[in-house]
């Protein structure tokens, strides 16, 4: 061949060759020609640069030798060989090519990006010497060829990865992954992999790149992996692979078959690791994560079908809050609709969590607080994000399953719950500790929906300490001849409040439902606070139910500037026990004396109108005996709490 120089950067680089009577140590030093070793003169680079365009001219018209051993070149001169293949460079022995050579292909030419390798005396670390393909190469006659990477990173191809998406290119992959220094990158170019067996594994550092084209993540098929075996894990990320970052790659988990074990993605432990614009295709678990400061971006789960099954599983593998901080946004995760998986979310263990945009669609449960032994889920806030919609029970449940569980601290604005079409009677929000957990308390909600759901809005069936404001909460279910209802508080729970919110059959655009009553109180509530709330359309009152007011218990409950309480006015019939509920203002008829008002809190007022002549006496819980006359109202306050009595006059 013949050769001609190219200058990069201080160095011409020879890229082609064959006998000719221009030197081979060609290069550029500075600003001008050196040629033999001596200055060349004018002359001599006009006499060069004439001899070069005419070297040109007959190269091009020569055939290029594809398997033809290239000729040894002199040292510090690159080779670019033409047509080589792994299998060429190994037969090529370092001392003949001291300034390395450029491989253009791994089994056949350009089936991968071009790879530098230098010349070592060492023999190649990988495989009993055997080397990696892509890292190291043996060279013929002892030592090695090692890669030279540019900075943009490892092309998988560069190691034998085939892009065919049939080939097991696991091996390949993998010897990618450990080839790269901490914090390197991987490329996966605009290529699907096949992967089988144990996956992937990242055990330090890395970066693993795919396309960067959205429909990549919108549509996948353009950059990721295909199993070729189901139920498998396609990468697992032990505890070494902290400051890792995955993105803009698709895992068409579902090309084998169905899964009904397995995740496309393992965390075993993590810390400060960024998954981004991530989308995978009928798993069993999208990404089971554990560990400290995850991000979870842009990550979209389809088709997520079965028993066992769900989207993304936080602090499976941890106990006592050691999953912290997880971030999760702008994320959606859709179930099958045929087979639905349980969960589009599963949370069992989590300090800090952080759940913000995302969307969860036809699950049997959208939402899944539900810690295990020893396990803790606390100070988890939800925000702008959807917790369930059109599941087939509740858009969330938060439970325990053990008594050493413990849930404190949920915190969830402008968030979303909603399963329409659904015949299970599930409520939208279900609150319930099934483990007996010591710990259970603070369930807080701002500007939450609660819309078209089979059974009621929301059961409050275990812990304390809630809060709804400034939320809507419509269009609950009846079924079975259960008496449905906005917000049940099961009997003996303490501290509900529920502020400026709508609790109505229907409400802004919500299907038509059937509330009974807009909240239900089943018993011994304490510590219950209604203010500036909207309870119209309910079926047969606002309110089931009272507060009560314990004895010693220095804490009260406040009822007051409720639509559809403050403004109706209950007719009663005297008797000996009259129950106002939780209205300011009743009519009593009747001359029968009345000994004692239910539903006596510190501090709350009642004006009772008579149509007669009526009689309050001693006996019961009143202070004192009063006789009234015919539509001269009685005013009423509730004072004290050992116990709490009634004061008239």
């Given at each position: 061949?013949?050769?001609?120089?190219?200058w990069?950067?201080?160095?011409?680089?020879?890229?082609?060759?064959?006998?000719?009577?221009?030197?081979?140590?060609?290069?550029?030093?500075?600003?001008?020609?050196?040629?033999?070793?001596?200055?060349?003169?004018?002359?001599?680079?006009?006499?060069?640069?004439?001899?070069?365009?005419?070297?040109?001219?007959?190269?091009?018209?020569?055939?290029?030798?594809?398997?033809?051993?290239?000729?040894?070149?002199?040292?510090?001169?690159?080779?670019?060989?033409?047509?080589?293949?792994?299998?060429?460079?190994k037969?090529?022995?370092?001392?003949?090519?001291?300034?390395?050579?450029?491989?253009?292909?791994?089994?056949?030419?350009g089936d991968?990006p071009?790879?530098t390798?230098?010349?070592?005396?060492?023999?190649?670390p990988?495989?009993?010497?055997?080397?990696?393909?892509?890292?190291?190469?043996?060279?013929?006659?002892?030592?090695?060829w090692?890669?030279?990477?540019?900075?943009?990173g490892v092309?998988?191809?560069?190691?034998?990865?085939?892009?065919?998406?049939?080939?097991?290119?696991?091996a390949?992959?993998?010897?990618?992954?450990?080839?790269?220094?901490?914090?390197?990158?991987?490329?996966?170019?605009?290529?699907?992999?096949?992967?089988?067996?144990?996956?992937?594994?990242?055990?330090?550092?890395?970066?693993?790149?795919?396309?960067?084209?959205?429909?990549?993540?919108?549509?996948?098929?353009?950059?990721g992996?295909?199993?070729?075996?189901?139920?498998?894990?396609?990468?697992t990320?032990?505890?070494?692979?902290?400051?890792?970052?995955?993105?803009?790659?698709?895992?068409?988990?579902g090309?084998?078959?169905?899964?009904?074990?397995?995740?496309?993605?393992?965390m075993?432990?993590?810390?400060?690791?960024?998954?981004?614009?991530?989308?995978?295709?009928?798993?069993?678990?999208?990404?089971?994560?554990?560990?400290n400061?995850?991000?979870?971006?842009?990550?979209?789960?389809?088709?997520v079908?079965?028993?066992g099954?769900?989207?993304?599983?936080?602090?499976?593998?941890?106990?006592?809050?050691?999953?912290v901080?997880?971030?999760?946004?702008?994320?959606?995760i859709?179930?099958?609709?045929?087979?639905?998986?349980?969960?589009?979310?599963?949370?069992?263990?989590?300090?800090?969590?952080?759940?913000?945009?995302?969307?969860?669609?036809?699950?049997?449960?959208g939402?899944?607080i539900?810690?295990?032994?020893?396990?803790q889920?606390?100070?988890?806030?939800?925000?702008?994000?959807?917790?369930?919609?059109?599941?087939?029970n509740?858009?969330?449940?938060?439970?325990?399953?053990a008594?050493s569980?413990?849930?404190?601290?949920?915190?969830?604005?402008?968030?979303?719950?909603a399963?329409f079409?659904?015949?299970?009677?599930?409520?939208?929000?279900?609150?319930?500790?099934?483990?007996?957990?010591?710990?259970?308390?603070?369930?807080?909600?701002?500007?939450?929906?609660?819309?078209?759901?089979?059974?009621?809005?929301?059961?409050?069936?275990?812990?304390?300490?809630?809060?709804?404001?400034?939320?809507?909460?419509?269009?609950?279910?009846?079924?079975?001849?259960?008496?449905?209802?906005?917000?049940?508080?099961?009997n003996?729970?303490?501290?509900?409040?529920?502020?400026?919110?709508?609790?109505?059959?229907?409400?802004?655009?919500?299907?038509a439902?059937?509330?009974?009553?807009?909240?239900?109180?089943?018993?011994?509530?304490?510590?219950?606070?209604?203010?500036?709330?909207?309870?119209?359309?309910?079926?047969?009152?606002?309110?089931?139910?009272a507060?009560?007011?314990?004895?010693?218990?220095?804490?009260s409950?406040?009822?007051?500037?409720n639509?559809?309480?403050?403004?109706?006015?209950?007719?009663?019939?005297?008797?000996?026990?009259?129950?106002?509920?939780?209205?300011?203002?009743?009519?009593?008829?009747?001359?029968?004396?009345?000994?004692?008002?239910?539903?006596c809190?510190?501090?709350?007022?009642?004006?009772?109108?008579?149509?007669g002549?009526?009689?309050?006496?001693?006996?019961?819980?009143?202070?004192?005996?009063l006789?009234?006359?015919?539509?001269?109202?009685?005013?009423?306050?509730?004072?004290?709490?050992?116990?709490?009595?009634w004061?008239?006059?």
């Amino acid at each position: 061949m013949l050769i001609y120089c190219g200058w990069t950067k201080n160095t011409l680089q020879v890229t082609r060759e064959r006998s000719y009577s221009m030197r081979d140590d060609c290069r550029l030093r500075r600003s001008h020609l050196v040629i033999g070793g001596a200055a060349g003169t004018s002359a001599q680079l006009i006499r060069f640069l004439i001899a070069l365009v005419l070297a040109i001219g007959v190269a091009t018209a020569l055939p290029q030798v594809a398997d033809a051993q290239p000729t040894p070149m002199p040292q510090g001169i690159v080779q670019r060989v033409a047509a080589p293949t792994n299998a060429l460079l190994k037969t090529l022995g370092i001392a003949n090519f001291s300034g390395g050579i450029v491989r253009q292909g791994v089994s056949a030419l350009g089936d991968a990006p071009d790879l530098t390798f230098v010349p070592s005396n060492a023999p190649c670390p990988q495989n009993g010497g055997a080397g990696d393909v892509g890292s190291c190469v043996p060279a013929s006659g002892g030592g090695s060829w090692r890669a030279v990477f540019p900075a943009s990173g490892v092309d998988v191809r560069q190691f034998g990865a085939n892009i065919d998406g049939k080939t097991d290119s696991t091996a390949a992959i993998q010897a990618a992954m450990e080839a790269i220094p901490n914090g390197g990158t991987v490329l996966l170019g605009p290529h699907l992999y096949a992967v089988s067996g144990q996956g992937l594994t990242c055990s330090h550092p890395v970066e693993m790149i795919g396309t960067e084209s959205s429909e990549s993540f919108l549509y996948g098929g353009y950059s990721g992996f295909r199993p070729l075996v189901n139920n498998m894990n396609i990468l697992t990320l032990t505890a070494h692979c902290f400051g890792s970052y995955f993105g803009h790659f698709y895992l068409d988990m579902g090309a084998a078959g169905v899964n009904i074990a397995g995740a496309s993605i393992n965390m075993l432990g993590n810390s400060n690791v960024t998954f981004s614009d991530i989308s995978m295709n009928a798993p069993c678990i999208g990404l089971d994560l554990n560990g400290n400061t995850i991000t979870v971006d842009r990550m979209q789960i389809t088709q997520v079908a079965g028993a066992g099954c769900g989207g993304i599983r936080i602090g499976h593998a941890t106990t006592s809050q050691t999953t912290v901080d997880p971030r999760i946004t702008n994320s959606t995760i859709q179930s099958s609709r045929s087979n639905p998986a349980d969960y589009g979310m599963r949370i069992e263990d989590a300090g800090g969590a952080f759940i913000s945009h995302d969307d969860i669609l036809y699950s049997t449960i959208g939402t899944w607080i539900i810690p295990g032994a020893n396990q803790q889920v606390k100070n988890t806030f939800f925000d702008n994000t959807t917790f369930g919609d059109t599941t087939v029970n509740s858009p969330l449940v938060i439970d325990t399953a053990a008594a050493s569980a413990e849930v404190a601290d949920i915190h969830s604005s402008q968030s979303w719950a909603a399963a329409f079409d659904s015949k299970s009677g599930q409520p939208g929000i279900l609150i319930q500790n099934t483990g007996g957990a010591s710990t259970f308390t603070g369930f807080h909600f701002v500007g939450q929906r609660v819309y078209s759901v089979p059974g009621n809005g929301v059961s409050l069936l275990a812990g304390s300490d809630f809060t709804f404001d400034d939320s809507a909460i419509c269009g609950a279910g009846d079924q079975g001849g259960r008496p449905y209802v906005g917000i049940e508080l099961a009997n003996g729970l303490s501290s509900l409040a529920v502020r400026n919110s709508t609790i109505s059959s229907r409400c802004h655009g919500s299907s038509a439902g059937h509330h009974n009553y807009q909240i239900r109180l089943d018993g011994n509530n304490t510590r219950i606070i209604l203010t500036g709330n909207n309870f119209y359309g309910w079926v047969t009152a606002a309110i089931s139910g009272a507060p009560t007011q314990p004895t010693g218990d220095a804490m009260s409950s406040v009822i007051m500037n409720n639509l559809g309480i403050d403004d109706q006015i209950p007719a009663l019939t005297a008797a000996a026990t009259i129950d106002p509920g939780v209205y300011p203002t009743v009519n009593i008829n009747g001359a029968a004396a009345i000994s004692r008002i239910n539903g006596c809190w510190n501090g709350r007022k009642l004006t009772i109108r008579p149509t007669g002549g009526m009689r309050f006496t001693t006996g019961g819980n009143l202070a004192a005996a009063l006789r009234t006359t015919d539509n001269v109202p009685v005013e009423a306050i509730c004072i004290g709490t050992s116990p709490a009595t009634w004061y008239l006059k």
